[in-house]
């Protein structure tokens, strides 16, 4: 069982003075000197890391933000046994990155995503019938962020018909895999003299590229002054 006495979380938003601030508040450790000055970023990286050891657990949403320098500081602090969480859509694949183990997190449920959606909307003070969540979700896919998002168009009176997501499947290799099934009957028939299914061949074999063709028809893809 693994004990943790110390834990703090901070996430990088450009400012490692306030990063460093905001983990050494967490940790009970002065950010001032003797003389009431604030520490400099190099002072209190020193500060904490007097002050960690293998009970402290540190945590870092979206990991990939984390500078280099701030990420050469956390591997002095592994190596002396302190525990850090890394949160990232991604694993970056580098220094510090290389030596974690690595952990998939499940997607959220449909159910947490509605909830998250029916939160926003109390806040925006919108009134959403389930109804209409119901015909929200799809925007959102499994990614809160996003279903918060929808939420805050809606409220705005914005139209949502396009998902702001990728969680989708390509359904593309089974076009063309049927499409392939289409040409070896056309073979067959050839080989075989059957004109019924060298015909049928033929004619699905041209029918389906030519509906591939059609249903890839799109618009201009980008905007007005682009």
């Avoid at 983990?23 to 002065?30: C, G, T, Y």
């Avoid at 002396?80 to 694949?93: D, F, K, Q, T």
């Avoid at 409220?155 to 593309?172: C, D, N």
């Amino acid at each position: 069982m693994v004990l943790v006495d110390l834990a703090a979380i901070a996430i990088y938003k450009g400012s490692g003075k306030k990063f460093f601030q905001a983990l050494a508040f967490q940790l009970d450790i002065p950010t001032e000197n003797d003389e009431g000055k604030s520490l400099t970023m190099d002072q209190l990286k020193e500060e904490i890391a007097a002050n960690c050891n293998d009970s402290t657990l540190l945590i870092f949403p979206e990991a990939k933000r984390l500078t280099t320098g701030i990420r050469y500081w956390l591997e002095d602090l592994m190596a002396s046994g302190v525990r850090v969480v890394c949160l990232a859509v991604a694993n970056p694949g580098r220094d510090i990155f290389l030596e974690m183990l690595e952990i998939e997190l499940e997607m959220p449920s449909d159910q947490r995503i509605r909830e998250v959606m029916r939160s926003e909307a109390k806040r925006q003070g919108l009134n959403i019938s389930e109804s209409r969540l119901a015909e929200l979700q799809p925007l959102a896919g499994r990614n809160p962020m996003v279903a918060k998002k929808v939420v805050r168009n809606e409220s705005l009176g914005l139209k949502q018909h396009k998902p702001e997501h990728t969680q989708y499947v390509v359904i593309m290799p089974i076009i063309i895999a049927a499409l392939m099934s289409f040409g070896i009957i056309r073979f067959i028939g050839m080989g075989t003299g059957n004109k019924s299914l060298y015909i049928f061949g033929g004619v699905s074999l041209v029918a389906g590229m030519t509906l591939k063709q059609l249903g890839s028809i799109r618009g201009a893809r980008k905007r007005l002054g682009q």
